[in-house]
């Protein structure tokens, strides 16, 4: 096959054993080609900065950036790159988080064999590919909330804020994270300050309870 028919792929997942997995799945197919790897969301974003990269294909629950954080971080620095995400969650709140950070498929990690080749090569045609019971999932959730009026409840925190949130939970301090987001103590007190009135919460642990509820880090 021609060289530039290659869909070059970056593949982010924080566990080596995974990545090699799925690296051997991709690998084996004429057309595509890992050309990067990374093991969390913030190395995702360094990496596809780095790489002539087509396809991202992210796990969605990462150290120091998400898959879904890293998915809107790339959709604004790399505007033309496609993103799959990568879960073992078959969760519908990851999945419409995904849609939402511009992800055009969702793959489940115990069908990874089964669907990812289909999903890249999906991606790369602008087409979405979504396993059977994430369609379901769509419906449902569209009908849901049409019957109830409701507003999608993670409209309430900014993706800022949510950056800020997950590495809280994670044990950050601020001067951690203000390196980590290239911004100030300040700036990191007052999205900490704004986080704790808009969710009614009070300290770090009811922070750290309420990103695991709301999927950002795993308990």
Known sequence: ????????????????????????????????????????????????RAHDVDLAVLDIAMPR?????????????????????????????????????????????????????AACRAATRDEPFLYPGAVTALIRNYVDRARRGEEAPDQIVTPREEEVLKLVAEGHSSKEIADLLFISVKTVQRHRANLLQKLGLRDRLELTRYAIRVGLIEP
């Open 65 to 117: 950036l998400t898959g879904l954080q890293a998915a809107r971080e790339l959709a604004v620095v790399k505007p033309g790159l496609r993103i799959l995400m990568l879960t073992m969650h078959d969760n519908e709140q990851y999945f419409f988080q995904a849609l939402k950070a511009g992800a055009s498929g969702y793959v489940l990690k115990s069908v990874a064999d089964r669907d990812l080749v």
């Open 1 to 48: 096959m021609p060289e530039t028919s290659t869909i070059r792929i970056l593949l982010a997942d924080d566990h080596a054993l995974v990545r090699r997995g799925v690296r051997l799945i991709l690998d084996q197919e004429p057309d595509l080609e890992v050309v990067a790897e990374a093991g969390d969301g913030a190395e995702a974003i360094a990496q596809a």
